[in-house]
């Protein structure tokens, strides 16, 4: 972008920004954002976080209103978890492919072929896929979660790459869903093998929803927040990321002097850069989209939830 431009942008951006303060306060609303979110809307946000934290934040906040700039099923995740309070979203399209992979009843015919077998769900499903399941867990708990299952077999749904690595740490059964995040999938053991070449010094940090054989490569193995976490901590100064590239902006404001190189240009997920500030003005201005799920299901899916939550 031209210079002249990029100052109209920010100038927008501050006037933006100062129209959410307001409307925050006016509404009693917070505003949660998932690390990859663009960068614009992380400034904003009252708690930036990965999927775990931001469940969390939703489940205690005091707030009257959760403004959720992430995806479809992480805004619904906070409304079962809390039920009274108004929850929307700056775009409605904001959907996960992954979550849309599993259906109720494919679920429910794999059950009644494992009558045995437990339902362990990643957060990434529908609110309707989580009312069938036993417990919830996300990247930051999977392996916790697994471990605390009483039960010799495990229905996995829907991510087969996290499920492939989870199933390492476990001696169970695992029956696992064919489910992939369309944009970790996508990172080859091609692009890490040239990005290693190109950066011999980097270290390789990897997010679980990659292939397995992608996986296989990584110096660190973990979900958003654990791989922020790994960056900030370790010695090593430079890191090829195999993970979303909003992840970037936790990552350097942490370690301003390391540097970071994301695997590929591809790790960009479409559906969660369909919200800008705009959007969210707007939804703090009309109150809409807001998140709704059927009560019936809220209840099963919530114990799923609450379950997932009490894992130490
Ligand atoms: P985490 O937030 O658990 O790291 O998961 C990544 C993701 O793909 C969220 O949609
Ligand atoms: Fe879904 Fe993958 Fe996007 Fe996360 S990064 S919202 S799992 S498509």
Not at 134 to 143: E, F, H, L, Q
Not at 248 to 265: E, M, V
Not at 280 to 293: A, D, R
């Amino acid at each position: 972008m031209e210079a002249l431009a990029l100052e109209r942008k920010a100038e927008q951006n501050r006037e933006l920004k100062e129209r959410i303060a307001q409307l925050k306060k006016e509404r009693n609303a917070i505003i949660l954002a998932h690390y990859y979110q663009r960068d614009e809307i992380q400034e904003v946000a009252d708690f930036r976080g990965d999927s775990f934290l931001l469940a969390q934040k939703a489940a205690q906040t005091d707030a009257d209103v959760i403004v959720f700039c992430g995806v479809h099923f992480m805004g619904e995740s906070a409304k079962i978890l809390a039920p009274n309070k108004t929850v929307i979203i700056p775009d409605e399209r904001a959907g996960c492919p992954m979550a849309d992979m599993v259906n109720v009843e494919g679920l429910k015919a794999l059950k009644s072929r494992h009558p045995n077998a437990k339902v362990v769900t990643y957060i990434n499903s529908s609110a309707e896929i989580k009312a069938e399941t036993d417990i919830c867990c996300t990247s930051a708990n999977a392996v916790k979660v697994i471990q605390s299952v009483d039960a010799d077999e495990i229905i996995w749904v829907p991510d087969k790459n996290l499920g492939d690595y989870v199933s390492k740490f476990t001696d169970k059964k695992m029956i696992i869903w064919e489910g992939y995040c369309n944009t970790h999938d996508m990172l080859t053991v091609k692009d890490v093998m040239e990005m290693k070449a190109q950066h011999p010094n980097a270290q390789f940090v990897v997010h679980p929803e990659c292939r397995p054989e992608v996986v296989k490569l990584g110096d660190f193995v973990g979900s958003t927040t654990a791989i922020i976490k790994y960056c900030k901590e370790s010695d090593c100064q430079e890191f090829i990321v195999g993970t979303e590239d909003g992840t970037g902006f936790q990552l350097r404001k942490d370690s301003p002097d390391k540097t970071f190189h994301f695997a590929t240009k591809f790790l960009v997920c479409p559906n969660m850069k369909v919200n800008n500030l705009k959007k969210v003005v707007k939804c703090l201005e009309t109150m809409q989209p807001q998140i709704y799920v059927p009560p019936q299901v809220a209840e099963k899916a919530r114990l799923s939830l609450e379950r997932m939550l009490q894992v130490k």
